[in-house]
């Protein structure tokens, strides 16, 4: 069974940093995308961040020069650097993986349980 399981999150002031990880676990064949969304209390959940397999970046405009996403595709793992965060950052971060296990004719995705951060003003 594939596991993705996120660490990192925390409570940070405005202006701080946190760092992000996200591992996939199980016998993986490949791992195309990775990605971070994140879910506000009353919004929706929103794209953050991804990258594809060959380090190909994107991101919301809301994080553009302020987050760093980057992974170890020998560990199968995603990190989010967040830097100057800011209260609006507050929510619930989700890891994404675009995965294909080895027992799998295909990729699918696959969520983590989600980190909460919270930045303080």
């Known amino acids: 069974q594939v596991q993705v399981v996120e660490s990192g999150g925390g409570l940070v002031q405005a202006g701080g940093s946190l760092r992000l990880s996200c591992g996939a676990s199980?016998?993986?064949?490949?791992?195309?995308?990775m990605g971070w969304y994140r879910q506000a209390p009353g919004k929706q959940r929103e794209l953050v961040a991804t990258?594809?397999?060959?380090?190909?970046?994107n991101y919301a405009d809301s994080v553009k020069g302020r987050f760093t996403i980057s992974r170890d595709n020998a560990k199968n793992t995603v990190y989010l650097q967040m830097n100057s965060l800011k209260p609006e950052d507050t929510a619930v971060y989700y890891c994404?993986?675009?995965?294909?296990?080895?027992?799998?004719?295909?990729?699918?995705?696959?969520w983590g349980q989600g980190t909460q951060v919270t930045v303080s003003s």
């Open positions: 199980a016998s993986i064949f490949r791992i195309n995308a």
């Open positions: 990258i594809t397999s060959g380090g190909t970046t």
């Open positions: 994404n993986a675009n995965l294909q296990a080895h027992w799998d004719s295909k990729a699918y995705d696959y």
